[in-house]
C-alpha cells in the first residue's frame, strides 16, 4: 500500500470543517460518520454523572462489604483486607462469568467462565482518579498490569479484558473510581477480526496510522519517550484518544517501569484536560492488546482508548454498526493540545 493513497493521507485536510465525511478506520475496516452539524441538535439534559447513594462499598473502612481482596498496594506489613490500602482489587460482586474450566456445551454454546473483578482506584470517594495526581494512576495501572499479566499466562482465559465504566452514560453502576477486569474462554469475534485483517493487509495498521500522526502532527495530543497519544483519523466518539507505543508491541501487561509511567502521565494529561473542557464527563476506558496464546498474537499492538461518552448510540448506529461522531478529531485534538499548552 502506497502511503500518498491511505485515507489517513486523503483525509489529512477537511474540505469544510462542517462538512460531514465518511472515514474508515484502518485498524478494524469500519466506517464513522463525522458529522460536526450534528452537536447543535437538541438533547434532554443529564442531571447528574451518576447517581451518589447509600453506603459505598469500596471506601475505606467498608474492606468487609467487598469478598476478600485479591492482591492491594499497601504498605509493608499492613494486613489483607484492613483499611491501609492505596489500590486494592477484590472480586465483583455480580460477576458476568464464572470460575471454572471452559466447557464446550454445543457448536457455539460455551460455559462462561473466567474471572471478573474490580480495581479499586482509591480509598476516598471519589468518581474519577485524576485528582490523585500522575503517581497515584501509576499505582492503580501498575497494579492491574500485574494481575493481568498473571491471569494472560493462563490458556483457559483466551482473553483478558481491563476496562473502566465511568458515569451512569457509560455504564457505571456506582459513583467511586473503578476499573474493572474480565476474562472470557473464547476470542471475542472483533478482536479476531482485527488480527485477521492485519494478516490480510500485511502490515500493522496501528504502526501505519502512528508513523503518519508523528509526521504530519495534525492530531497529536502529547507525547511520551516510547508513546504517543493521538485522537485517531475515524474517531468513533467525540475528543476519543487512544495512547499506542510508538514501538510494536503486542502484549501491555509485560511493559516496564518506565513505559508505565510515561502512560500514566499521558493518561493523566489527556483527562485532566478533558475534564478541564468537558466537566465531569462519562467515559469508557479501555486497554486492548493481543491474546497471548492466538496463533496471530504477534500481529497485535496494545492501545489504551479514552471513549468519551457524549453521544447516545441508537437506531442508526445499531442498524449499521456505524457511530456518528459530533466532533471532529482534528478539532478534538487542537483543543485538548491547547489545553495542555501544546499548540
Known sequence: ?????????RGS??????????????????????????????????????????????????????????????????????????VRIVPNRYPAVMPGQ?????????????VHEVVVECPGHVPTATSLGPTHLESVLGLARDRVA??????????????????????ASLFHAHMQILTVPEVPHRIEAMLQRVESVGHCPVCEQIRWELEKKIRIVGEREGLIAFCPFASGFPHEVWICPTAHQPHWEGMP????DGLSRLLWEVLYSLEKRLGLFPHNLVMQGSPRFHPLANHGHWMLRILPRLNGIAGFEWGTGMLINT???????????????NS
Open 257 to 260: 517501569s518506565k513505559l508505565l
Open 327 to 341: 466532533v471532529a478529531p482534528e478539532a478534538a485534538a487542537e483543543g485538548i493540545r491547547t489545553l495542555l499548552g
Open 102 to 114: 471452559p466447557v464446550l456445551i454445543s457448536p457455539g454454546q460455551v460455559g462462561a467462565v473466567g
Open 13 to 86: 485536510l477537511r474540505v469544510s470543517p462542517e462538512l460531514p465525511e465518511m472515514r474508515q478506520d484502518q485498524v478494524e475496516g469500519r466506517w464513522v460518520l463525522i458529522s460536526p452539524g450534528r452537536a447543535s441538535r437538541p438533547m434532554p439534559h443529564e442531571s447528574s454523572f451518576l447517581a451518589d447513594e447509600g453506603t459505598c462499598p469500596f471506601c475505606q473502612g467498608n474492606e468487609s462489604l467487598t469478598p476478600p481482596e485479591v492482591m492491594a498496594v499497601r504498605p509493608a506489613g499492613a494486613p489483607a483486607n484492613g483499611p491501609d490500602w492505596t
Open 150 to 171: 498473571t491471569l494472560s499466562s493462563d490458556p483457559s482465559h483466551a482473553w483478558v479484558q481491563l476496562f473502566k465504566n465511568a458515569g451512569a452514560a457509560a455504564g
Open 1 to 9: 500500500m502506497v502511503e500518498s493513497e491511505t485515507p489517513l493521507a
